[in-house]
């Protein structure tokens, strides 16, 4: 059973970090790109960053360029999400997803992806 679970949410100061993971069971993470993806309430699932599988080569959104970074640890199966200079409208509900058959939407277009986490609680505010 393909399962993907994150954790590392949690309240935040501006200006702060917090590392999410993602960690996968029922499959290999690196056999498939992962995203990480937010969302607010009452909009649209917003694409973050991106891993790929192939070469290990990444994207960003451009609001997160600079301050997020993306990793995979493979012993471990897991994805994290550094997230550094933590802003206040970073303030979402963090979910990872695994790109497993193929899309014609882009890397960082939810549509694109297949499996999903639960999501955890990210909040920036002093």
């Known amino acids: 059973q393909v399962q993907l679970v994150e954790s590392g949410g949690g309240l935040v100061q501006p200006g702060g970090s917090l590392r999410l993971s993602c960690v996968a069971s029922g499959f290999t993470l690196d056999d498939y790109p992962i995203g990480w993806f937010r969302q607010v309430p009452g909009k649209e699932r917003e694409g973050v960053s991106c891993i790929r599988s192939s070469d290990g080569s990444t994207n960003y959104a451009d609001s997160v360029k600079g301050r997020f970074t993306i990793a995979r640890d493979n012993a471990k199966n897991t994805v994290y999400l550094q997230m550094n200079s933590l802003i206040p409208e970073g303030t979402a509900v963090y979910y990872c997803?695994?790109?497993?058959?193929?899309?014609?939407?882009?890397?960082?277009?939810?549509?694109?992806?297949?499996?999903w986490g639960q999501g955890t609680q990210v909040t920036v505010s002093s």
């Open positions: 997803a695994a790109l497993v058959y193929s899309s014609d939407y882009g890397p960082l277009a939810h549509e694109s992806y297949d499996y």
